[in-house]
Nanobody, 129 residues
Framework: VQLQASGGGLVQAGGSLRLSCAAS?????????????MGWFRQVPGKEREFVTT????????SYADSVKGRFTISRDNAENTVYLQMNALKPEDTAAYYC??????????????????WGRGTQVTVSS
């Protein structure tokens, strides 16, 4: 399973960005996707990886960290095997490397990073004040 994250960049405070995470590989199929949750985490140097949001591919259950509720929206595209993170009203404290991940955990909407089995490379988001 490969997860390819993209869409990061530099934006002014109050601006928007949309991150994408495409899942690929021999294992990835609609049947496989129906068994996983897809999440976004972020990390700044010297700090632990922080949960941002997650979505259960089948059924669409969603959870957000309090810090991003009302500003960030996670969605999925079945045809493209892709998860999106729409980030609006960005703040300087949103600056981080953003990682997408897939979890096979039976836990509904896992929020801990150790609950995720596959990780993509980070994409940097920098919000200037």
């Amino acid at each position: 399973v490969q997860l390819q994250a993209s869409g990061g960049g530099l934006v002014q405070a109050g601006g928007s960005l949309r991150l994408s995470c495409a899942a690929s590989g021999r294992t990835v199929s609609m049947d496989w996707l129906r068994t996983v949750s897809m999440g976004w985490f972020r990390q700044v140097p010297g700090k632990e990886r922080e949960f941002v949001t997650t979505i259960r591919w089948s059924g669409g259950g969603i959870s957000y960290a309090d810090s991003v509720k009302g500003r960030f929206t996670i969605s999925r595209d079945n045809a493209e095997n892709t998860v999106y993170l729409q980030m609006n009203a960005l703040k300087p404290e949103d600056t981080a490397a953003y990682y997408c991940a897939a979890s096979k955990s039976l836990a509904f909407l896992p929020v801990a990073s150790h609950g995720y089995d596959y990780w993509g490379r980070g994409t940097q988001v920098t919000v200037s004040s």
